[in-house]
């Protein structure tokens, strides 16, 4: 009953994915040149015929080599009211089109459950070991009392998880044979460019052994599923049941992880996206080895530098990480770094976008010693920090997509009251945040512009701390009088820090 496989999903992902479908025929045309055209345009754009690679002629060949080595996986548990979650629960934010079309389009625990009904899922996955190791995602197993591994000649095992990584979503399963099975091994996606060819192999619908093709459409993707996003985007077709499975460069090896689709109509649209195999091999070799994965640990929660707040800061341009809050005790606590620092370079690699930072922490083992280079006040400082290791919690980067910023008067068009009792229990502040509480927001004003909202709490402004109304207005004063056209805001929402970049008129 493929439907209900998605009650083992993580809601973090957009749209649990499996990746098959028609073949993808591209053809590259060469137009002859006119003398005249020629000598005006640049050498640079004229390719020779010769220097066409042809597509495949077929990709039966690879899709034979391979195919053995494709495995479907199928899981059994209870429904979700019963199971023990291993991590938090997650659902898709508030309007959200993909909750609709699940609702519309699956069968949902909540909808369809009965008390003691057993839960079926089903997905795909592969070998990687002659011993019977078996890759496989982990919103595809998350939950299972059982799990069964069918090879493609549908031989039946019963499998044990052997570890899995909910960050890459990455989870490594073992069955046992009576002789060595027909495995593949991972590629090097570094070198996979936009434009090559891929075959994905899976299990759509129950529809094991199913192969379809298309091409790399873009590398690096951020699908908000957590802070190690770097996915593949692929055209060829991949749908409910594809999960876990692989995606070969056509020299058969595994340059991806088949993981989650866009799918706006419910339909498959050409948009998937795959773990990258550079991505995918060090996780799996950790589980093999220990069972789990460890992986660097800063401390900080952090958030992109827009425009607003480069300028606020000084900087000539948004590279880096801002540091929205410190954790007690972190590894950036002890070395020094505060909240309002950019971090631009990490163990000497510079943070283009912040969310460089959290891939580049992970990839540095514990208790390693690295630089730290900050802005801060007007100069660039270097920091040491040693590394910790990642708690089971991930670590929070705060999205700036809402950030604040503009005001074309010095009145921000708020209306702010101490934390009391009283404004704590009726705002549902925590009795450990300290700030200045945000209870109206003018219609039309600059704040309501940039999205503040009663409930919000202001925790610092111009680099200084809050405690009354008084020393916001104050705050604000002073930028005015010192001709700053902007200042700096940390507000807490709902238990998340983030800075606000206010710009004067």
Do not use: C
């Not at 992902?13 to 005249?36: F, H, M, N």
């Not at 300028?311 to 070395?335: E, I, R």
Request: proline content about 7%.
């Amino acid at each position: 009953m493929q439907n209900q496989m998605l009650k083992q999903f993580s809601n973090r992902r957009w749209l649990i994915a499996s990746a098959v479908g028609t073949a993808l025929t591209v053809a590259l045309l060469v137009q002859p040149v006119s003398p005249a055209a020629a000598k005006s345009a640049p050498a640079h754009t004229l390719i020779p015929a010769t220097s066409i690679i042809d597509k495949p002629a077929s990709f039966a060949d690879v899709v034979e080599a391979v195919k053995p080595a494709v495995v479907n996986v199928s899981t059994a548990g209870a429904p979700p009211a019963q199971q023990s979650e291993r991590g938090p629960h997650f659902r898709f934010p508030p309007n959200s089109p993909f909750q609709e079309f699940f609702d519309r389009h699956f069968d949902t625990p909540d909808r369809f459950s009965k008390p003691n009904e057993r839960i079926h899922a089903v997905g795909s996955g592969f070998v990687i070991d002659p011993d019977g190791y078996v890759v496989t995602n982990h919103h595809v197993i998350k939950g299972a009392s059982e799990i069964t591994v069918v090879t493609n000649g549908g031989k039946r095992y019963p499998a044990e998880l052997k570890g899995y990584d909910a960050k890459t979503d990455l989870a490594l399963l073992k069955i046992t044979a009576d002789e060595p099975l027909p495995y593949v091994v991972f590629g090097d996606s570094g070198r996979a460019r936009v434009g090559d060819w891929v075959v994905a192999i899976g299990n759509p619908f129950g529809l094991g052994g199913t192969a379809t093709t298309g091409i790399i459409s873009a590398r690096g993707r951020d699908i908000r599923s957590g802070p190690l996003d770097d996915f593949l985007q692929i055209d060829a077709p991949i749908n409910q049941g594809n999960s876990g499975g692989p995606l070969f460069a056509v020299d058969g090896t595994v340059v991806g992880v088949n993981t989650a689709i866009f799918s706006p109509n419910g339909g498959n649209v050409g948009i998937g996206f795959a773990i990258p195999a550079n991505m995918a091999k060090p996780v799996i070799e950790q589980l093999i080895a220990t069972g789990r994965v460890n992986r660097g640990w800063l401390g900080v929660q952090i958030q992109t530098v827009t425009e607003d707040i480069a300028d606020t800061l000084g900087l000539d341009d948004q590279n880096g990480a801002l540091v929205a809050s410190v954790v007690d005790g972190s590894p950036a606590h002890q070395a020094g770094v505060q909240t309002g620092d950019v971090i631009r370079k990490f163990d000497g690699q510079a943070i283009g976008r912040m969310r460089e930072l959290p891939k580049l922490v992970a990839s540095v083992a514990a208790d390693r010693n690295v630089e730290l280079e900050i802005w801060r006040a007007g100069d660039l400082r270097t920091l040491r920090v040693t590394v910790g290791a990642s708690p089971d919690e991930e670590e929070t980067v705060a999205d700036a997509g809402n950030a604040l910023g503009g005001a074309d008067r010095p009145k921000l068009g708020l209306t702010l009251a101490p934390l009391t009792a009283e404004t704590r229990r009726q705002f549902r502040v925590p009795n450990d945040t300290e700030g200045v509480l945000v209870t109206e927001v003018t219609p039309g004003s600059p704040a309501a512009r940039k999205g503040f909202s009663p409930g919000d709490v202001i925790k610092m402004i111009g680099g200084e701390t809050v405690n009354a109304p008084s020393d916001v207005v104050n705050a604000v004063e002073r930028a005015v009088k010192a001709d700053q056209s902007s200042v700096l805001i940390l507000i807490e929402r709902r238990g998340s820090d983030r800075f606000v970049a206010v710009r004067f008129a």
